[in-house]
């Protein structure tokens, strides 16, 4: 696909932000229906797990289809951009919130959690090693074996979505079996069951909102998890412009590229090293240790100045390594929030998706927002508008409308993408340590809940959940 040339770049920018958020929000919003039946429900934790299971295996390839669209030319490009984009994001969304949801019904434990995701980021690394490949196959003035590339790649994914969940569908049906055995022999004890008013009840909407709104750890940790996600995708976005501003004089083209493809493998190697802290000390402990780590560098790096590009080097490769990894490690802290959530309002079933969808709800604007605060910052103390070639006057600045020469210029904007870099680390760190502090869902609070939640569960469902 080429640039639709009656479309400004910033035209489509904002065309892209406001159509695409809401209807990613709008995704979010239909798993709440489901969800509040299931939080008022009491429902067998292996009905939950292979509903989780079906949904996955029906949107996962649609997944791999809307990835396939942007490549094959099928209507105008404004439009069919608009659209890919918005399908896109809504199937990942829906996979995201039954996959993330999966990791709080199939172990209870803090160790068992810690396990699955270690071996969650280890295959996803695997996964991102498609990154070189692509590398390989592009080629800007002719498509055709980077779409055959895609194609391959959407055929392996729809794949191994459909094997994968086929084999887990399986195992959970043949362990359903043998379980609902040993509960028909265990019929004659005297088991309390619920009334039948009790089983008929549901949440609305407006109840579990109200629910939430009291839910203190949880408004902290979404306003946390808001500067995370805003960092997140700020790095994410303005990498290659770091790269280009700071280093290009350093490095080659080719090594600015491999250096990018690492940057999106990194994060899931290194967080296989932040899982086994997490074992040993907690996962409040080391989110807490990554915040004041990101704070000690990006003051060191703000005191040693841009002319340091070996500790530059260092400082914009951990700086989203870590932060991505900070990301990642942040679901085990949603699967506590699920545990919280069930035993304070003492729930049938635990609302996973839902809790999961609520903290992606709440945070979508981090995402939203980072590109294009970036680009007005940038724009607003060096000049340089990102949609525009020519070098602007800067606006926050008192001199007149002479343009300068070229260097201090170039240098101005050299200055302006370093002093972009280190601070918005700072800034983010200090507010995430901050509502971090306030945040008590861990120690011998954490273990309580998590012994509430064993004695709430039935005894037949354990077995499911730690499979």
């Known amino acids: 696909m080429v640039p639709c040339p009656s479309l400004s770049p910033s035209y489509t920018m904002c065309s892209c932000s406001t159509t695409w958020t809401p209807l990613s929000l709008c995704t979010r919003l239909t798993s709440w229906p489901s969800g509040l039946e299931r939080a008022g429900a009491s429902i067998p934790s292996q009905d939950v797990v292979l509903t989780r299971l079906r949904t996955l295996s029906r949107h996962g390839p649609l997944l791999a289809l809307a990835f396939l669209a942007f490549w094959v030319r099928w209507a105008p490009t404004g439009m069919q951009f608009l659209l890919c984009l918005c399908l896109y994001d809504g199937f990942l969304t829906l996979v995201d919130l039954n996959h993330h949801a999966l990791l709080a019904d199939l172990a209870l434990s803090a160790h068992g959690r810690t396990h699955l995701n270690f071996y969650c980021s280890l295959f996803s690394a695997a996964g991102s090693l498609s990154v070189f490949a692509s590398y390989a196959v592009w080629n800007k003035e002719d498509f ?60 609305t909407l407006g109840e579990y909102l109200q629910q939430l709104a009291r839910h203190r750890n949880f408004l902290w940790f979404v306003g946390m998890n808001l500067v995370q996600v805003f960092h997140c995708h700020f790095n994410s976005n303005f990498f290659p412009l770091f790269l280009e501003h700071l280093l290009s004089d350093q490095i080659s083209l080719s090594m600015g590229s491999f250096l990018l493809g690492v940057s999106y493998i990194a994060p899931h190697l290194n967080n296989l090293y932040f899982l086994t802290l997490c074992q040993r000390w907690g996962v409040y402990a080391v989110v807490r240790g990554l915040f004041l780590l990101k704070l000690g560098l990006s003051l060191l790096m703000l005191l040693a100045g841009p002319d340091h590009l070996h500790l530059l080097c260092i400082f914009i490769a951990s700086n989203r390594v870590f932060t991505e990894g900070t990301c990642k490690l942040l679901t085990l802290v949603v699967t506590d929030l699920v545990d919280e959530d069930l035993v304070l309002n003492r729930r049938k079933q635990a609302a996973s998706a839902l809790l999961f969808g609520m903290v992606a709800l709440v945070t979508k604007p981090g995402q939203t927002f980072a590109p294009l605060l970036g680009t007005w910052l940038l724009c607003f103390y060096t000049g340089h508008d990102l949609f525009q070639q ?27 993408c370093f002093y972009l870099l280190v601070l918005v680390p700072i800034m983010c760190a200090l507010l995430q340590l901050i509502t971090w502090s306030q945040f008590t869902l861990h120690g011998r609070r954490l273990h309580m809940v998590k012994a509430q939640r064993q004695s709430l569960s039935k005894p037949w469902a354990l077995d499911i959940k730690t499979v």
């Not at 969940?165 to 004890?189: I, Y």
Request: with cysteine.
């Open 144 to 203: 055709s074996s980077f779409r055959a590339f895609c194609v391959i790649l959407a055929v392996c994914s729809g794949l191994g979505f459909t094997g994968a969940t086929w084999l887990l569908r399986q195992r959970f049906e043949t362990e359903g079996r043998t379980l609902g055995a040993l509960h028909s022999a265990s019929e004659g004890l005297d088991v309390e069951e619920p009334s039948a008013s009790e089983e008929e009840k549901r949440v």
């Open 390 to 416: 020519p070098l602007l006057n800067p606006v926050g600045s008192a001199r007149p409308w002479l343009d300068p020469p070229a260097p201090p210029r170039a240098s101005t904007l050299r200055q302006g």
